[in-house]
């Protein structure tokens, strides 16, 4: 079974970049079935993909946030990260790594615990 | 744009009653490509339903999933305390990924 869980700083200022990775284990990263993905959910709002990345580097973002965002994959450590430049306080949010199976049937099935980042000078 | 619309957006039933949750899907998608998932306060959401009927590994049968057009039913058939949650449709389409609004289930 995949275990996930995202690192990285609590608080970021506003017009940085955040920086969070995801660590998998119990599976490899470079599964030809799955996907890596990114979600967030502000405090008390519902859930926004950020965007999703295959082993072989080909990524997928959210057209929302698609000037800002980069995912990157690290198959020798099974890592991807994301990084959100010029932040602001409405990026505040819990972000998840989750992995995303990808076959006949498409779906998010394991997800890290979350890490709340604040965007706060 | 590709919009999910969950109602109600919160729905108030007792333990042991029925629970029928909807999303519209502003366009056609394929079956394939709609989960429903559940969230507890302070928790990840986890998958419930996929391929909009079938359930995942773990989920009591009492959860179950359909489709009639663009709009996909989620039913839990008798209420167990441990149901009452946030609940999010999720569709797949042209490489992006969208959630639902949410509908939250609360004890009555």
């Known amino acids: 079974q995949l275990q996930l869980q995202e690192s990285g700083p609590g608080l970021v200022k506003p017009s940085e970049t955040l920086s969070l990775t995801c660590t998998v284990s119990?599976?490899?990263?470079?599964?030809?079935?799955?996907?890596w993905g990114w979600i967030r959910q502000p405090p008390g709002k519902g859930l926004e993909w950020l965007g999703s990345?295959?082993?072989?580097?080909?990524?997928f973002y959210n057209p929302s946030l698609k000037s800002r965002i980069t995912i990157s994959v690290g198959t020798s450590k099974n890592q991807f990260s994301l990084k959100l430049s010029s932040v602001t306080a409405a990026d505040t949010a819990v972000y998840y790594c989750?992995?995303?199976?990808?076959?006949?049937?498409?779906?998010?099935?394991?997800w890290g615990q979350g890490t709340l980042v604040t965007v706060s000078s | 744009e590709f919009v999910l619309t969950q109602s109600p957006g919160t729905l108030s039933l007792s333990p042991g009653e029925r629970a029928t949750l909807s999303c519209r899907a502003s366009q056609s998608i394929s079956s394939s490509y709609l989960a429903w998932y559940q969230q507890k306060p302070g928790q990840a959401p986890r998958v419930l339903i996929y391929?909009?009927?079938s359930r995942a590994t773990g989920i009591p049968e009492r959860f179950s999933g359909s489709r009639s057009g663009t709009d996909f039913t989620l039913t839990i058939s008798r209420l167990e305390p441990e149901d009452f949650a946030v609940y999010y449709c999720q569709q797949y389409g042209s490489s992006l990924y969208t959630f639902g609004q949410g509908t939250k289930l609360e004890i009555k």
């Open positions: 989750t992995s995303l199976y990808a076959d006949s049937v498409v779906f998010f099935d394991y």
């Open positions: 119990g599976g490899s990263i470079s599964s030809s079935s799955y996907y």
């Open positions: 391929g909009a009927s």
């Open positions: 990345i295959y082993f072989s580097g080909s990524t």
